[in-house]
């Protein structure tokens, strides 16, 4: 019997034992896999030590996924530690009740990538994002849901979607959380985005927002918010529930910046955070390139990071807005709207195509003084590939593409781009005019080519409230375009219908709206061709560009040329060179290169990666607007 015990004895101490050797194994990689805000030291607590956050924001839907290791590479050598992108939520959920993550959008294989190379990841959901990107990143259904929605607010249309979206995507984003899990490099979730710019401020929105977030995560992660650092803004847009930031550029006093920031986080010594420093600037159709010195963005840089204060470079690479993904900058009564440029190249230490700049390595050198740097990645090939001979195809008016390449929807009415589920690009309005007199076209969003019986009555642009017209009976066709949504996060539009693109009111002749409307909408994403002609419909063509040719202003209609681009298939990128073009949207394969306006500047040429060209005959879709 004293030996049982004994030996019961042995067998509960080396249960013991192991229990306590358990508990000190799972604290330890506990305190090995944590990242948090200590109150006390007023520091980041990485891993059990004080970590000074340099990040820098590369945006994964700007920059091809073929290219993604190669920028974030470059990021970590400069000595950056953290990448910063926000989701947007149009580029996921482009239709009501679809979801897509696959190819481009494929933000999972993103994270993984950040995780693999050893950098942390600060995301940025939104809802809301402006970034000069497409409708600040809602998708353009919403405005649809209801004639009195009001978006950034605690409308119930506007919360319940916003509500609905969150619900299925906070939930997927924590496998990918640094404190969950050994292959998340997530760090921080951001909640909306300088919501005190916004003059709404809903400060009910804000907070339940910020509640949602908190709630679905319980601590897991930092949630955040930023901000400018100016007292309305920061009363606005903070909430006392969650880390409250500031962004500002180089030539704002980092000090009082910071000062104004420990104002709105109370309960303990919060870590300083600049999420937003910009090394550059945003560019628009019409205007100019920006270039702000590297010496004095190095300058600013080394400022803040000697505060031991965190930092967000935003853009560090700008990549482009590939497609029709760029936004616009507009007002509140929708008089002013000025589209962004297709580059986002913003002046940043990388170029829109990858090259280190001179500015990056200025930022290098400070850097080097707070952290670890290396050996960055070669620039990547650039080169040269001739001329592409060009051919006309069709016209937007042509009946064989309209037929074979259009997806037409009927109605009494015109009716936006977004009620029938257009989500950008083009729609071709086309109606019978009974008898002859004047039309009045109600605002247009954003530019209008206006034909009767193949012939141009007027160009209309979008800054014009109505535009009267004299016209006779036969067809009418008015090839509207769309500029892009505006993402500006100061204005906010009480009418809905405001932010919708093409005809979004009647058009009336005496008085009286004109009816029963065919609207094609022209595929956004990749060019269609009909694959046959008949002899007769060439002879039409053939006489079409003789005209158009002999007289633009009467007879020239929008029109797709194409031509072949011959080559190799060699690792390198390119440039579509548009100088002396008019205005228009340039394809390559089954791409969308974006727009291209080069009257308007400052942007001349368009940014062709690689694996845009992976086949030795290349095949480019130009559609010349005008």
């Known amino acids: 019997r004293i030996q049982i015990l004994f030996e019961i004895s042995k ?146 249309e506007y919360y319940g979607a916003v509500a609905e979206w969150f619900d299925y995507l906070l939930p997927k984003l ?62 606005c847009g903070t909430s006392s529930e969650i880390y409250n930031t500031v962004d500002f550029g180089s030539g704002n006093n980092a000090s009082k910046a910071f000062a104004q920031q420990a104002r709105y986080n109370l309960g303990g010594k919060f870590p300083s955070m600049n999420t937003e420093f910009y090394p550059g600037w945003l560019s628009h159709w019409g205007s100019h390139f920006p270039n702000v010195p590297g010496t004095k963005v190095a300058d600013a840089l080394d400022k803040i990071l000697s505060l031991g204060a965190s930092v967000n470079m935003y853009m560090f690479h700008g990549g482009t807005n590939f497609g029709f993904s760029s936004g616009a900058k507009g007002n509140a009564d929708g008089s002013v709207f000025v589209p962004h440029t297709t580059s986002y190249d913003y002046n940043a230490p990388v170029s829109e195509a990858g090259d280190l700049t001179e500015k990056y390595w200025q930022i ?122 505006i993402n500006t996060g100061h204005v906010h539009l009480n009418d809905p219908r405001l932010y919708m693109k093409g005809i979004i009111r009647n058009v009336t002749q005496n008085g009286k709206p004109v009816t029963n409307w065919n609207m094609t909408k022209i595929n956004s994403s990749m060019p269609c061709v009909p694959l046959t002609r008949e002899t007769p419909v060439k002879r039409f063509q053939e006489e079409r560009f003789r005209l158009a040719h002999e007289n633009p202003q009467l007879h020239y209609i929008p029109t797709v040329y194409q031509g072949v681009l011959s080559g190799d298939t060699g690792v390198y990128d390119t440039f579509l060179d548009t100088t002396g073009w008019g205005k228009g949207i340039a394809y390559v394969g089954e791409y969308n290169l974006g727009r291209y306006w080069p009257l308007a500047g400052p942007q001349l040429t368009l940014f062709t990666p690689h694996p845009y060209l992976p086949k030795v005959h290349n095949t480019y879709y130009l559609l010349f607007l005008k």
């Open 11 to 156: 067998m509960a101490a080396t249960i013991m034992t192991l229990l306590i050797f358990l508990s000190v194994h799972l604290t330890n990689i506990s305190a090995e896999r944590s990242f948090k805000i200590d109150k006390e030291a007023g520091c980041f607590r990485k891993d059990g030590k004080c970590f000074q956050i340099i990040s820098g924001s590369i945006h994964y839907y700007r920059v091809p996924p073929y290219y993604w290791a190669d920028r974030l590479k470059k990021l970590k050598a400069a000595g950056f530690n953290t990448v910063q992108s926000y989701i947007p939520w149009n580029y996921h959920q482009p239709s009501k009740g679809t979801v897509d993550w696959t190819g481009n959008k494929d933000l999972w294989s993103f994270l993984q990538l950040c995780n693999d190379l050893g950098l942390m990841v600060l995301l940025r959901p939104g809802p809301f994002i402006a970034s000069e990107y497409e409708f600040g990143g809602f998708p353009s259904w919403l405005p649809t849901l209801s004639s009195t929605i009001s978006f950034r607010s605690s409308e119930k």
């Open 364 to 485: 290098r050198d400070v850097i080097r003084k707070y952290g670890n740097v290396s050996t960055p990645p070669n620039n990547t090939t650039k080169k040269a590939r001739g001329s592409i001979p060009l051919h006309p195809v069709y016209t937007l008016l042509d009946d064989d593409f309209l037929h074979f390449c259009g997806n037409k929807a009927m109605h009494s009415y015109p009716l936006s781009f977004e009620e029938i589920n257009q989500i950008n690009g083009i729609v071709v309005y086309t109606t019978e005019v009974h008898s002859p007199g004047v039309i009045i076209l109600p605002k247009i969003r954003d530019r209008a080519y206006v034909y009767q019986n193949a012939k141009r009555l007027a160009t209309v642009k979008g800054s014009a409230e109505s535009t009267s017209l004299r016209v006779n009976a036969g067809r009418l066709d008015i090839i509207v375009i769309s500029d892009g949504h």
């Open 174 to 235: 924590k496998p990918y959380f640094y404190n969950l899990s050994s292959r998340g490099p997530v760090i921080a979730i951001q909640v909306e985005n300088e919501y005190g710019s916004n003059p709404l401020c809903d400060k009910t929105y804000f907070n339940n927002l910020a509640d949602m977030v908190q709630s679905t995560y319980k601590g897991s992660v930092m949630v955040y918010s930023v901000n400018g650092p100016g007292t309305r803004m920061l009363e």
